[in-house]
């Protein structure tokens, strides 16, 4: 029996910003709403047989490499992870807030996580020399786990884009860069002290302009525990601030 395929509408937000003159405006696309299909594989169905001027990123297709993020029905999601059978009514794409639009749906989110990356010298300090001729240091297990825990950020920038102090605040750590600071305060291998991550992030633009209203771990598609890295972080910096460390 042949059932009868339902046409979806999907509007999208189209805007160059090398042609500013054209303003930014939604436009419609219908497609046939197939068994399986997500955000991405409809994105692509569209370019490739209605309209090849439609910008957006992917690389992985597969939740691995972040590049996909964008609104879905105004909510921060992967578009190669959301189901369109998953969304009601009209499916509405826009690209992510805060970040720099490079055009259509595509985001510039490489150059915010490298900025933060600098901002939170996000890797390990230490004094001693690597030497290739040493086996490896041991590490219990579940430090292993808490550190890989925290490393699992796909940096799709998604915590951020559905964060009000990101939105309002410019220079704001994020959910994002305060994980990447609890990463490197669990490891035992970083020599740096509580003060020398209070220089980075114990203000309003760190880890203290959290208003603590969830959005983040709600839009995180890893769902990784990001309160409890913003609180674990911020007891650290309020101890230090109150001279208590
Ligand atoms: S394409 Fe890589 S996360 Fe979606």
């Given at each position: 029996m042949n059932k009868k395929i339902k046409q979806r509408r999907f509007s999208i937000f189209r805007y160059n910003p090398q042609t500013p003159e054209v303003k930014p405006f939604m436009q419609e696309y219908f497609l046939d709403d197939l068994a399986g299909m997500t955000i991405f594989v409809a994105l692509n169905n569209i370019r490739e047989?209605?309209?090849?001027?439609l910008n957006f990123d992917f690389v992985c297709r597969a939740a691995i490499c972040g590049s996909c993020a964008m609104l879905i029905n105004g909510k921060p999601r992967l578009a190669c992870k959301t189901l369109t059978s998953d969304l009601k009514g009209d499916i509405v794409l826009m690209p992510l807030p805060v970040f720099k639009l490079l055009g259509d749906l595509s985001v510039d989110t490489g150059s915010w996580f490298r900025e933060i990356t600098i901002k939170t010298q996000a890797w390990i300090h230490t004094e001693s020399t690597f030497n290739p001729e040493l086996t490896e240091l041991p590490m219990e297990n579940s430090l292993a786990n808490e550190i890989y825990e925290a490393e699992r950020c796909i940096e799709c920038g998604c915590c951020i884009a559905g964060c009000v102090t990101a939105n309002l605040r410019e220079n704001f750590l994020g959910a994002a860069g305060v994980n990447k600071v609890a990463r490197f305060i669990i490891d035992p291998r970083d020599r740096r002290e509580t003060r020398d991550y209070f220089e980075i992030i114990g203000s309003d633009d760190g880890t203290f302009g959290c208003m603590s209203l969830m959005a983040c771990e709600d839009n995180c598609p890893m769902e990784l525990p990001l309160q409890k890295q913003l609180s674990f972080v911020r007891r650290k910096m309020l101890f230090h601030g109150l001279g208590k460390s």
């Open positions: 047989t209605q309209d090849p001027s």
